[in-house]
């Protein structure tokens, strides 16, 4: 299975303190996309970064990816309580192929 | 309209009843998703259609029957389903017909069966 797998399952961060979590996946992907979904939410896309790409910012938004080690990053600066929220990472390899999302990240914002 | 609509909010159903879930966007994206959910797990797709043709159906039990009206509408039927299908049940478009797309989701419907 290509699923991403979500490193760690469950931060927890004080406000304003940065929040990295981190995907791995098994085969070569054409693009990995990073959601956020709030507790029993629709999921809301995150950022896109194809396999050429190394790293892409967005706000406070930065991933990384390395296809090397099949891994990706997303750091979220300056967190706020208002990231509380599960991050899924989700690989695409193909045009006629599923997003596969991995696990999942339980993000928890403490004011 | 950059959004994707779902309708009910919430359901429940017994299990020899017939529901309809709705999904509708007017983005002009021409693939759109079915995944269901369960508590602190991620998404699983269920079926992709693509230029409103069925594209991708992952192995789903015959109780859900998907159809794709027009472009713009998707539906869910729902028949004799068992209480483990109860789940968010979440539908998603993307704007071609390749899934590798980023993808809009709606807020999704709580389907409880009992």
């Known amino acids: 299975s290509q699923q991403g797998e979500e490193d760690p399952q469950a931060l927890s961060i004080q406000e304003g303190e940065n929040a990295t979590m981190n995907c791995s996946y098994k085969t070569s992907i054409n693009n990995l996309q990073w959601y956020r979904q709030n507790s029993g939410r629709g999921l809301v896309h995150l950022i896109l970064i194809r396999s050429n790409e190394r790293e892409k910012h967005s706000g406070r938004l930065r991933v990384t990816l390395d296809t090397s080690k099949k891994s990706s990053s997303l750091l979220i600066t300056a967190s706020r309580a208002a990231d509380t929220a599960s991050y899924f990472c989700?690989?695409?390899?193909?045009?006629?192929?599923?997003?596969?999302f991995g696990k999942g990240t339980r993000l928890s914002v403490i004011a | 309209d950059t959004e994707v609509t779902q309708t009910p909010k919430h359901l429940v159903m017994g299990m020899t009843n017939k529901k309809s879930l709705k999904c509708e966007q007017h983005?002009?994206?021409?693939?759109m998703y079915w995944y269901k959910q369960k508590a602190k797990k991620p998404p699983e797709l269920m079926f992709v259609?693509?230029?409103?043709?069925?594209?991708i159906n992952e192995s789903v039990p015959s109780r859900f029957s998907p159809e794709c009206p027009n472009s713009s509408l998707l539906n869910l039927h729902l028949h004799a389903l068992q209480p483990e299908d109860s789940a968010l049940y979440l539908c998603?478009?993307?704007?071609?017909?390749?899934?590798?797309?980023?993808?809009?989701f709606g807020p999704g419907t709580r389907l409880t069966v009992l």
């Open positions: 983005m002009g994206h021409r693939a």
């Open positions: 998603a478009s993307s704007p071609t017909g390749v899934t590798y797309n980023e993808q809009f």
């Open positions: 989700a690989t695409a390899v193909s045009g006629n192929t599923p997003l596969v």
């Open positions: 259609y693509s230029y409103e043709k069925l594209s």
